[in-house]
């Protein structure tokens, strides 16, 4: 079962930088290795993103760039983690090739399909997920896993599709892709984050967030203190 390790900030602009510097370290291969970076969606790490964008940094040689999950909409859509993040991907210099994007030019099964496959070729080629993000909302989700009925669907899969409780689709990583995270970050912010992050410190099995991260070997917990305080 995973540790939990808290590391608690007083506003959420103290969270945006810790972010900035940790990604910063990674994507420019400050450990000296060939690092693959999975990246999430949401207000805290999206402007993150888009601050590095202004540094012009020199990408680690071989970066791969995944995410957590992504919406079936447009590649160019606002609701596109890919697109909200692709300032970044532009600065850093780096190829098509670099960047695991959700194909939703395909059709939605192919789409996840695509991803299993390029996922298991990542994998199975020896290659570290050095860092992981990742949000959750306020109902307990994470990535695009909203239930113990995803959570099961995802059982020997590294992506699946989902009908998110919005109405749109998505493709995720699944639980077997987090485990193979090195350092696996929660981002938290928020006052109506308290409930669910409550719920995740205490390792509740009804919450989907712990369920989908209790076989990673840790877990580390970043939250601003709006989401701890009541």
Known sequence: MASTTLRRFATRAELQTAVEERLQQVLTGAAGDRPAVMLSGGSTPIPAYQTLATRRLKP?????????????????????????????FTSLGVSPDQVLRIRTELPLADATADSEQRLTQLLDGGRRIQLGLLG??????????FSAADLERAHG????????????????????????VEQLVFLIAGADKRTALAG??????????????????????????TALDP
């Open 136 to 145: 959750m909302g306020a109902d307990g989700h994470t990535c695009s896993l």
């Open 60 to 88: 680690a040689p071989g970066l791969a760039l995944l995410f957590s999950d992504d919406r079936y909409v447009p590649s160019d859509s606002d609701q596109s983690n890919y697109h909200q993040s692709r300032a970044l």
């Open 200 to 225: 995740l410190l205490r390792r509740s099995s009804e919450l989907t967030a712990w369920q989908a991260v209790r076989g990673c070997q840790a877990v580390e917990v970043w939250a601003d203190a």
């Open 157 to 180: 899969r590294l992506a699946i599709s989902v009908h998110r409780p919005d109405g749109r689709d998505a493709v995720s990583v699944t639980p077997t892709v987090l485990e193979r």
